[in-house]
């Protein structure tokens, strides 16, 4: 088992990516604690992995809330033990506005649970992999944050400053024994986020669900999505010893959407 006896703290963990992430987390050996804002969803999530043997406890907490951020950490820490591999997932896209209209309120509210949480959280845990010389951080960042898409301004500034975060925390941290990585997703069309911003668009656009994803596709060179064991795959591989010379780097997993 790749991540045995790991403890992993996965953010946004009751759906979507960060679920399968959590759930090959656990079949690989780690112990999984899990957060979100739904309690459903996260019940079901660590329903799952442990009628398959694994090890979680999951807490309902709202990350664009610092005081969330600071008792997921500490409750983390006190069920496990400690942290040695931390994932940043959790987040929405917010309003699909241009840059005019877009309220000031929704964009704070988009950096706060993706940008600063992911801050926050690293912040917290990094005293005690640094004590253990040993760690690993796991930004879940987006081609958003690469490529030009309009009507997401939040979504696309949170997710470039995961990149730089993940890139000064990898500065700072390589010489402590701690890996900072991000992966960058392209579209992952299971989820309930990319079924949602793709009516939506596809009512802006004036076109249907269908062909708006249709073209979209196309402009990947798989001509697909991506589905989110694929995501977690590569998730996987980022914080395992297979990846221990791999620290500061910005990784797409998108199918050949964008090439840098």
Known sequence: MLLQNKVALITGSGRGIGRAIAKLFAA?????????????????????????????????????????????AKSAEEKFGRVDILVNNAGHYGPVLPVEEYPLEEFEKVLAVHLRAAFLLSQLVLPGMYARNSGVILNVSSISAKAAFGWGSAYAAAKAGMIGLTRVNAAEAARKGVRVNAICPGPVTETIMSRELGAELAKKLNVSKEDQLAGFLETILQGRGQSADEIASAALFLCSDHA??????????D?????F
């Open 28 to 72: 690989e050996g780690a112990a999984v604690f899990l957060t979100a804002r739904t309690e459903t969803e996260l019940s079901a999530t660590a329903n799952e992995i442990t009628a398959g043997g694994g090890r979680t406890m999951f807490q309902v907490a709202d990350l664009s809330l610092a005081k969330d951020c600071r008792t997921i």
């Open 244 to 253: 221990s010379a791999i620290t500061g780097q910005a990784i797409n997993v």
């Open 255 to 259: 199918g050949g959407a964008v090439y």
